[in-house]
């Protein structure tokens, strides 16, 4: 199992970017997948999730401006980023609940500032 994730990248407020996460060895239509990201000095934040079944649920704090959504055909799940705010800066990683564990990608670097 593998994530990798990419598209993060320097982006100045009110500014919008689409995080992605390639997947390989599983599938990610039988997956509950999951955004999480963890700013500097503080702990992993859950951030958004699509389930096996197409459910999808956010954090507080970016619903209504992050959309996720998965390409089955290419196994690749996203994070559409809108009206980004400077505390959305982060690293942020894949996650996905597969065979009873968590895998996780190695994260890609959104920073929000002007």
């Known amino acids: 199992v593998q994530l990798v994730e990419s598209g993060g990248d320097l982006v100045q407020p009110g500014g919008s970017l689409r995080l992605s996460c390639a997947a390989s060895?599983?599938?990610?239509?039988?997956?509950?997948v999951s955004w999480v990201r963890q700013a500097p000095r503080k702990e992993r934040e859950f951030v958004s999730e699509?389930?096996?079944?197409?459910?999808?649920r956010y954090a507080d704090s970016v619903k209504g401006r992050f959309t996720i959504s998965r390409d089955t055909a290419k196994n690749t799940l996203y994070l559409q980023m809108n009206t980004l705010k400077p505390e959305d800066t982060a690293m942020y990683y894949c996650?996905?609940?597969?065979?009873?564990?968590?895998?996780w990608g190695q994260g890609t670097q959104v920073t929000v500032s002007s």
């Open positions: 060895g599983f599938t990610f239509s039988n997956s509950d």
């Open positions: 699509i389930t096996r079944d197409g459910t999808t």
């Open positions: 996650r996905a609940l597969y065979s009873g564990s968590y895998h």
